[in-house]
């Protein structure tokens, strides 16, 4: 490297120049500003010459910026008409043949023309001058001038401290404006034009512009920097506590391949037969998951969603193969009796196999507990070929039990639909939904008003779980419910429902059902058989009508249960190998009979009367006693009877006295007296209007002081004017009357219609006495009833 270019320089010719004379050398894409130290390479050979003219003979040079960087040779209209006088402050010369000079600009000037005839670029200059302008608006500009340069060079990283000692000892307005205007990230035409611009008030207010957008543009690369860079740090931690993570799985044998989990969960998605509005919201949700790290909470949150709805039965079910003949088959044998269903089930299949693509109905089993009807709903399952599953609502108070939690939440699950729907694995299955009366509203929603779209056959194409966020088709799902009894369900619900009532067995039936179903169901769960253990007829009679009163057949299947269990341990103990149960065994197994027919002992004297009733659980009988005391004409009642129940026993009253004379009674009998009446078995309410009869009978008796028939049982409510009026529950209160040992029911003759609803062996065993008033009552009831047989119905005169 060759740092000093005299001894070429002396070997050149030397030549006489204007004193206005310029050197020019023609730059790209730099500026020189006055006062600014800057390194020029130069390759042309003009260039060079005048250079190394400048050299040797001490004179400066104008620095210009050529129009075109692409000019090799430029021309001189080419070339920025103002430039800046340079001083060579070095000149160097490297080993490969590259010239480099240093230069400081002195002062800017304008080149007026160019002279031929020289081997380098000569112009007359005329020197432009800067001068001093000391104007307030200068100053001001020049005190902002500063702030922006101080503002700009704390937004640069690493700024040399020579270059902030070098802006704080500059005192001209003008000599700050083109130091920064040289410092400044712009264009070289940017540059130029601040060359050229000789006001200075006009040049200060350019570069401010300049700086301003400067300033903006860093400050807000300083804040990508600093978010990219916290970025960058997450991420760099996620991905060594992954790589950590990924080394312990490794050691402990549980390497896992999370790419090849998204890969399946993608696959499963392709394949789930889904509808293209899901499966396009699927895949929206896949994408998600994809760029979720693995230790956000959102990751497992979104991979749980998409599993779910990968394994819900989005498919088209198979066309279904039904057999009426099997379906008959298979009802039979599962349930005894109950033909009216059966006969509702064949109908559904038939219309089914005729119309594939119909609604299913909306089936409600509504009766007593026991009486068979959750298994009921399995043994459709199995006539119609369908995957059966079972929802338990009793005791739901949350809206979101039915449609499911949004997704939002921590742990939220779908709805029980939705889940029964995806363990049963298909769309088409036979779903119970158990115990619908027992639901109630609460502050998290009404469950009731949640099922309605669920049950509806118009809208459960499109059912909606909150979970899901997309529609589920329920059409073809064939929902069946079951509720003890229909007065807490709300009227819209039991409006979609088709209601088939389960009234009770009677005893032959149960009898039926104990050796068919019972007996074998207990034999196998106590470890026994039909070889080892033998009970009689009778024995399961005995079972029927001393140690058990309900309408079901649940609590015969514990005592059934609990005679095997007996028979169980003298056969584990080997001290029998046979055991024959009778009805005599049975009090010296369970104990003494636990019922027994009371009710010729409770209507034994004048003033009881044995009533019919309707319960939950099935029906009952009920005594009215009624009984009269020395008092002044009050009427006492007892046996927490319900307001309406209090007031048939009013009427009643007064319908007693209103017929006192056909009773032989005379007119200050019940003024002269208290009567006191009382329904036994006062812990448990009652109320009701159909107690009517039965009080007005209690009252008449004791009025007459003769008894009423102990094989009489009956039911209606009574007006002031006499008259028997309907109530319900007819079926279940004759039931009732034939597990008692009542022989003849009166009833309303407004129920008469009923009559085809009760069973053959109830209306063989019991006569039936259909009443229009209250005379007709005390005729049966109190006076010689008309001899009536068998299925005969009869109405008193």
């Given at each position: 490297?060759?740092?000093?270019?005299?001894?070429?320089?002396?070997?050149?010719?030397?030549?006489?120049?204007?004193?206005?004379?310029?050197?020019?050398?023609?730059?790209?894409?730099?500026?020189?500003?006055?006062?600014?130290?800057?390194?020029?390479?130069?390759?042309?050979?003009?260039?060079?010459?005048?250079?190394?003219?400048?050299?040797?003979?001490?004179?400066?040079?104008?620095?210009?910026?050529?129009?075109?960087?692409?000019?090799?040779?430029?021309?001189?209209?080419?070339?920025?008409?103002?430039?800046?006088?340079?001083?060579?402050?070095?000149?160097?010369?490297?080993?490969?043949?590259?010239?480099?000079?240093?230069?400081?600009?002195?002062?800017?000037?304008?080149?007026?023309?160019?002279?031929?005839?020289?081997?380098?670029?000569?112009?007359?200059?005329?020197?432009?001058?800067?001068?001093?302008?000391?104007?307030?608006?200068?100053?001001?500009?020049?005190?902002?001038?500063?702030?922006?340069?101080?503002?700009?060079?704390?937004?640069?990283?690493?700024?040399?401290?020579?270059?902030?000692?070098?802006?704080?000892?500059?005192?001209?307005?003008?000599?700050?404006?083109?130091?920064?205007?040289?410092?400044?990230?712009?264009?070289?035409?940017?540059?130029?034009?601040?060359?050229?611009?000789?006001?200075?008030?006009?040049?200060?207010?350019?570069?401010?512009?300049?700086?301003?957008?400067?300033?903006?543009?860093?400050?807000?690369?300083?804040?990508?920097?600093?978010?990219?860079?916290?970025?960058?740090?997450?991420?760099?931690?996620?991905?060594?506590?992954?790589?950590?993570l990924k080394t312990i799985q490794s050691e402990l044998g549980e390497d896992e391949s999370g790419d090849t989990e998204l890969a399946d969960l993608r696959q499963a998605i392709a394949h789930a037969h889904m509808p293209e509005d899901t499966q396009a919201h699927a895949l929206k949700e896949m994408r998600r998951l994809e760029k979720t790290s693995e230790a956000s909470v959102e990751y497992s949150m979104l991979?749980?969603?998409?599993?779910?709805?990968?394994?819900?039965?989005?498919?088209?079910?198979?066309?279904?193969?039904?057999?009426?003949?099997?379906?008959?088959?298979?009802?039979?044998?599962?349930?005894?009796?109950?033909?009216?269903?059966?006969?509702?089930?064949?109908?559904?299949?038939?219309?089914?196999?005729?119309?594939?693509?119909?609604?299913?109905?909306?089936?409600?089993?509504?009766?007593?507990?026991?009486?068979?009807?959750?298994?009921?709903?399995?043994?459709?399952?199995?006539?119609?070929?369908?995957?059966?599953?079972?929802?338990?609502?009793?005791?739901?108070?949350?809206?979101?039990?039915?449609?499911?939690?949004?997704?939002?939440?921590?742990?939220?699950?779908?709805?029980?639909?939705?889940?029964?729907?995806?363990?049963?694995?298909?769309?088409?299955?036979?779903?119970?939904?158990?115990?619908?009366?027992?639901?109630?509203?609460?502050?998290?929603?009404?469950?009731?008003?949640?099922?309605?779209?669920?049950?509806?056959?118009?809208?459960?194409?499109?059912?909606?779980?909150?979970?899901?966020?997309?529609?589920?088709?329920?059409?073809?799902?064939?929902?069946?419910?079951?509720?003890?009894?229909?007065?807490?369900?709300?009227?819209?619900?039991?409006?979609?429902?088709?209601?088939?009532?389960?009234?009770?067995?009677?005893?032959?039936?149960?009898?039926?059902?104990?050796?068919?179903?019972?007996?074998?169901?207990?034999?196998?769960?106590?470890?026994?058989?039909?070889?080892?253990?033998?009970?009689?007829?009778?024995?399961?009679?005995?079972?029927?009508?001393?140690?058990?009163?309900?309408?079901?057949?649940?609590?015969?299947?514990?005592?059934?249960?609990?005679?095997?269990?007996?028979?169980?341990?003298?056969?584990?103990?080997?001290?029998?190998?046979?055991?024959?149960?009778?009805?005599?065994?049975?009090?010296?197994?369970?104990?003494?009979?636990?019922?027994?027919?009371?009710?010729?002992?409770?209507?034994?004297?004048?003033?009881?009367?044995?009533?019919?009733?309707?319960?939950?659980?099935?029906?009952?009988?009920?005594?009215?006693?009624?009984?009269?005391?020395?008092?002044?004409?009050?009427?006492?009642?007892?046996?927490?009877?319900?307001?309406?129940?209090?007031?048939?026993?009013?009427?009643?009253?007064?319908?007693?006295?209103?017929?006192?004379?056909?009773?032989?009674?005379?007119?200050?009998?019940?003024?002269?007296?208290?009567?006191?009446?009382?329904?036994?078995?006062?812990?448990?309410?009652?109320?009701?209007?159909?107690?009517?009869?039965?009080?007005?009978?209690?009252?008449?008796?004791?009025?007459?002081?003769?008894?009423?028939?102990?094989?009489?049982?009956?039911?209606?409510?009574?007006?002031?004017?006499?008259?028997?009026?309907?109530?319900?529950?007819?079926?279940?209160?004759?039931?009732?009357?034939?597990?008692?040992?009542?022989?003849?029911?009166?009833?309303?003759?407004?129920?008469?219609?009923?009559?085809?609803?009760?069973?053959?062996?109830?209306?063989?065993?019991?006569?039936?006495?259909?009443?229009?008033?209250?005379?007709?009552?005390?005729?049966?009831?109190?006076?010689?009833?008309?001899?009536?047989?068998?299925?005969?119905?009869?109405?008193?005169?």
């Open positions: 490297m060759n740092d000093n270019p005299t001894d070429a320089a002396q070997a050149a010719p030397r030549f006489d120049l204007p004193p206005d004379a310029l050197l020019i050398v023609p730059v790209r894409n730099l500026v020189l500003f006055p006062g600014m130290v800057s390194p020029i390479s130069i390759g042309r050979p003009a260039s060079i010459a005048a250079a190394q003219e400048a050299a040797r003979s001490e004179r400066p040079i104008g620095v210009v910026l050529q129009k075109d960087p692409a000019a090799e040779t430029p021309r001189p209209d080419q070339l920025h008409r103002i430039g800046t006088v340079a001083a060579i402050v070095r000149y160097v010369t490297t080993q490969e043949g590259t010239h480099h000079i240093v230069c400081q600009g002195q002062q800017r000037f304008g080149a007026l023309e160019y002279l031929q005839g020289y081997p380098f670029n000569v112009a007359r200059a005329n020197l432009l001058p800067e001068q001093d302008d000391r104007r307030p608006e200068i100053e001001a500009l020049f005190i902002q001038l500063r702030q922006r340069s101080n503002d700009i060079l704390g937004l640069l990283p690493q700024v040399p401290a020579e270059l902030t000692r070098a802006l704080q000892a500059l005192t001209s307005a003008a000599a700050y404006a083109d130091f920064v205007a040289g410092l400044m990230d712009i264009s070289a035409e940017e540059k130029q034009d601040l060359l050229e611009t000789l006001d200075l008030k006009r040049r200060l207010e350019k570069v401010l512009e300049h700086l301003a957008h400067r300033i903006e543009v860093l400050r807000l690369s300083r804040q990508i920097n600093e978010q990219t860079r916290q970025r960058m740090d997450e991420r760099q931690r996620e991905f060594m506590l992954r790589e950590q991979r749980t969603y998409l599993e779910w709805l990968t394994e819900l039965p989005w498919a088209e079910p198979p066309a279904e193969i039904i057999d009426l003949a099997q379906a008959r088959a298979i009802l039979d044998q599962d349930h005894f009796g109950l033909e009216r269903i059966k006969r509702r089930i064949l109908e559904y299949l038939a219309v089914r196999k005729l119309n594939p693509h119909g609604k299913s109905p909306i089936l409600c089993f509504v009766g007593p507990p026991g009486v068979g009807k959750t298994s009921l709903g399995q043994s459709i399952a199995r006539a119609t070929g369908r995957k059966f599953a079972r929802v338990s609502l009793g005791g739901v108070h949350d809206e979101a039990e039915i449609r499911g939690h949004r997704r939002t939440y921590v742990g939220a699950l779908p709805g029980n639909i939705i889940q029964g729907i995806r363990k049963a694995g298909t769309r088409n299955c036979v779903m119970m939904l158990d115990e619908v009366d027992k639901m109630g509203a609460s502050l998290h929603g009404d469950p009731n008003a949640a099922l309605l779209e669920v049950l509806d056959p118009e809208q459960n194409s499109t059912f909606r779980d909150n979970y899901l966020a997309v529609p589920f088709d329920l059409s073809q799902v064939l929902f069946i419910c079951t509720a003890n009894m229909l007065d807490t369900m709300p009227g819209p619900l039991r409006d979609r429902l088709e209601i088939i009532s389960l009234p009770g067995y009677t005893s032959q039936e149960k009898e039926q059902i104990a050796r068919r179903y019972l007996v074998p169901r207990q034999l196998q769960a106590n470890g026994l058989t039909a070889d080892q253990v033998d009970i009689t007829d009778a024995a399961l009679r005995a079972l029927i009508d001393d140690y058990t009163r309900e309408a079901g057949v649940r609590g015969l299947e514990r005592e059934i249960g609990a005679v095997f269990r007996h028979a169980a341990v003298r056969i584990a103990e080997g001290s029998a190998e046979r055991i024959a149960i009778d009805a005599p065994d049975l009090p010296a197994i369970l104990g003494p009979r636990k019922y027994e027919s009371e009710v010729a002992m409770r209507t034994s004297l004048p003033g009881v009367a044995t009533g019919l009733a309707w319960t939950p659980v099935g029906g009952d009988i009920l005594f009215v006693e009624a009984s009269r005391v020395a008092g002044n004409g009050r009427l006492i009642l007892t046996g927490q009877l319900g307001e309406v129940m209090k007031e048939s026993a009013q009427a009643a009253l007064t319908l007693v006295k209103a017929h006192g004379g056909t009773f032989g009674l005379g007119p200050d009998v019940f003024r002269r007296c208290d009567v006191h009446v009382h329904v036994p078995a006062g812990a448990i309410p009652k109320d009701g209007p159909s107690a009517g009869v039965a009080m007005f009978i209690a009252l008449a008796s004791l009025a007459m002081g003769t008894p009423v028939r102990s094989d009489v049982a009956m039911t209606g409510e009574i007006s002031l004017r006499g008259l028997v009026l309907p109530v319900g529950g007819i079926k279940e209160k004759v039931l009732a009357a034939l597990r008692a040992g009542i022989t003849t029911v009166m009833l309303p003759a407004r129920n008469q219609k009923e009559l085809d609803e009760i069973p053959d062996e109830a209306r063989r065993q019991l006569q039936f006495v259909w009443l229009n008033n209250v005379d007709d009552a005390v005729q049966v009831a109190i006076g010689a009833p008309a001899p009536r047989t068998g299925a005969e119905t009869a109405h008193a005169a």
